[in-house]
T-cell receptor, first 112, second 112 residues
Framework: DGGITQSPKYLFRKEGQNVTLSCEQN?????MYWYRQDPGQGLRLIYY???????QKGDIAEGYSVSREKKESFPLTVTSAQKNPTAFYLC???????????FGPGTRLTVT | LAKTTQPISMDSYEGQEVNITCSHN???????ITWYQQFPSQGPRFIIQ???TKVTNEVASLFIPADRKSSTLSLPRVSLSDTAVYYC?????????????FGKGTRLHILP
């Protein structure tokens, strides 16, 4: 089945530790995105990538880093510099010829 | 990207038709209107997209007046499982410099 996978579904970390969230897609999509969602809020864009080896900052990139070494993969690292990392993280992908985004199931990160 | 305004929340009853309106006064000529649905702890799911007049699929209808400054998502005969957040997005088909912005959406609550 084609789709986007994110792992793990739940992640717990201690404050001060970096953590990497996985996102893989087999839809052959060029573009991939990372969003953050806080309780009762909409989605906020962290980073996006329209092509391999290139990515752009979204609205809330501070404290996060990404890489795009392969078309299928777009991992997100939440660094210790992110002040409030506890949130629901969503990865998405889309074809550059369209407007529909396909979302993964999300990773709920809790930092204590 | 055009700013959108939609109601924060709506209630309706099972079996009713629900209409959610989105205002986008600054819509550009090449902008499309897209709606997503999100259930708790899941990623958003594409519902429907349109440019003008009316679009219908197996899930919903999208009505767009001639001036395109607003749009209405119509959900026929809703059920309890339609309780979700609905996002209206306006923008051009993706290209290298574009990104999608999700607002807070409309929380639809279906009552028995």
């Amino acid at each position: 089945d084609g789709g986007i996978t994110q792992s793990p579904k739940y992640l717990f970390r201690k404050e001060g530790q970096n953590v990497t969230l996985s996102c893989e897609q087999n839809l052959n999509h060029d573009a991939m995105y990372w969003y953050r969602q806080d309780p009762g809020q909409g989605l906020r864009l962290i980073y996006y990538s329209q092509i391999v080896n290139d990515f752009q900052k979204g609205d809330i990139a501070e404290g996060y880093s990404v890489s795009r070494e392969k078309k299928e993969s777009f991992p997100l690292t939440v660094t210790s510099a992110q002040k409030n990392p506890t949130a629901f993280y969503l990865c998405a992908s889309s074809s550059n010829r369209g407007y529909e985004q396909y979302f993964g199931p999300g990773t709920r990160l809790t930092v204590t | 990207l055009a700013k959108t305004t939609q109601p924060i929340s709506m209630d309706s009853y099972e079996g009713q038709e629900v209409n959610i309106t989105c205002s986008h006064n600054n819509i550009a000529t090449n902008d499309y209107i897209t709606w997503y649905q999100q259930f708790p702890s899941q990623g958003p799911r594409f519902i429907i997209q349109g440019y003008k007049t009316k679009v219908t699929n197996e899930v919903a209808s999208l009505f767009i007046p001639a001036d395109r400054k607003s749009s209405t998502l119509s959900l026929p005969r809703v059920s309890l499982s339609d309780t979700a957040v609905y996002y209206c997005l306006v923008g051009p088909p993706l290209n290298r410099d574009d990104k999608i912005i999700f607002g807070k959406g409309t929380r639809l609550h279906i009552l028995p």
